[in-house]
């Protein structure tokens, strides 16, 4: 469905060459729940991103359904991100002028729901997060969890093939961040492609499949070994 | 040192009333190491904030060395936030235009730092939040868990009485955030007070005292009983 091949992310920056990503083979199966752990600055924001053809290699490519995404034109390529791909950006990027309601429908708006349709599917989605008293609350009116949760809402809006969160429960409670955790196992089930950045070890030993990254390099583990995750 | 007495915040937005803190007490002795953890919304952020003078209550006070901050002129509860209180934001509130070294340079000369000693003041926080090799770049070249690090680096940065750190390792793995919670411990040590609102149990219970929060309510308890954090 998604895959990265020889997929490379360098970043210069004055003097210093960084590695962000070294190159990394992947490949994502329709149905998959991935999760994607490893230390701060090791890379995983980076290949979120490549993947969710936010940003652009520096060498190799990521393919959707076996087509190299970077042959694609921009047109194409904007559509995949805005009706197959639902991201959820570590720092929210929310619209600071909207309400919470107001940033789902925007997504569901530029996705071609009928207008009559967006608030329905918008205060449905956002109650299902936990924040149905606070669908008028713009994000500086909202607490941490609270925007966090609103990112979330506004990836699922458009029924995404590959739903790729960055971070979904960091500034959750364990409590909350659970809840969070079996609405994606829940659209998992119901055939929704599932890749999530997670530091919570307790979160990525439910997934399917279990990615660990270190330096810019990654390596497929088994969730249920305990030894996987020292 | 820092204490509560009947603290209120209400915030009001269109029809609705939230009761984002009811009336409230709490006394911070000198040395203390104090966790605040709770679910999502229930007021931790609003809390941290009337401490550090950031916002103001609905009702009651804050008290600095016993003295009511609400009867201080603007510049003396600016001079406590610049020189007694260092503040960690959850959402890092990092200047994009600086690179991470500037960011905590500038907390230095808002304090009245000489110049030839900002440099090398900002070089060490960083490096002990283990930054040295990404003192040149901006925010937005950073990681998520990077810029949280910058963030408590300029927290830190002038040495203040009191320590209020918002989330200060949501965005960072186990490993890292336990470098960090070790650093905050090595101050606590020093003398240095310590207000931490966290998520993470492991890291609450290693604190002096712990409170929990629910719908703005917060009550004590021992961080040693297990039976405390259900
Ligand atoms: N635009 C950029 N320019 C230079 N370096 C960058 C840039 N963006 C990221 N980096 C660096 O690349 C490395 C990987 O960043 P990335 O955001 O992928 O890390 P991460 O694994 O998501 O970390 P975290 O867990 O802290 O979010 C980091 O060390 C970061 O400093
Ligand atoms: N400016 C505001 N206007 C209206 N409501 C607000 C405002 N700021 C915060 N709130 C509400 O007050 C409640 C408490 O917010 P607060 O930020 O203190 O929560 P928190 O405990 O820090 O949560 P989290 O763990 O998610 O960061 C939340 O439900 C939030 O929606
Ligand atoms: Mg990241
Ligand atoms: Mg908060």
Chains 1, 2 share one sequence.
Do not use: W
């Not at 969890?145 to 969160?165: F, H, K, M, S, T």
């Not at 409590?175 to 998992?188: P, S």
């Not at 999530?196 to 583990?221: P, Q, S, Y």
Request: hydrophobic share 40%; glycine share 10%; charged share 25%.
């Amino acid at each position: 469905l998604l895959s990265a091949r020889n997929l490379e992310r360098i970043y210069r920056l004055g003097g210093q060459t960084i590695h962000a990503l070294k190159p990394l083979n992947m490949d994502i199966h329709r149905g998959d729940f991935i999760a994607i752990a490893g230390p701060s600055g090791s890379g995983k924001s980076t290949l979120l991103q490549l993947l969710g053809l936010i940003d652009s290699p520096t060498s190799g490519e990521v393919r959707v359904r076996s087509q190299a995404a970077q042959g694609l034109g921009r047109e194409q390529r904007a559509s995949l991100r805005l009706n197959s791909l639902g991201f959820v950006f570590q720092a929210f990027n929310l619209l600071h002028m909207l309400t919470a309601r107001q940033n789902v429908e925007i997504a569901l708006a530029l996705a071609g729901c009928p207008r009559r349709k967006r608030r329905a599917r918008a205060s449905q989605l956002l109650e299902s997060v936990g924040l149905g008293k606070r669908l008028d609350h713009r994000p500086l009116q909202l607490s941490g969890g609270e925007r966090q949760r609103v990112a979330i809402a506004r990836a699922l809006a458009n029924d995404p093939e590959v739903i790729l969160a960055d971070e979904p429960t960091g500034n959750l409670d364990s409590q909350t961040g659970l809840e969070i955790v079996r609405v994606l196992e829940d659209l998992n089930r119901a055939g929704q492609t599932i890749v999530m950045v997670t530091h919570n070890l307790e979160i990525a030993k439910r997934a399917g499949r279990l990615f660990l990254m270190r330096d810019g390099g990654m390596r497929e583990v088994d969730p249920e070994d305990p030894t996987a995750l020292d």
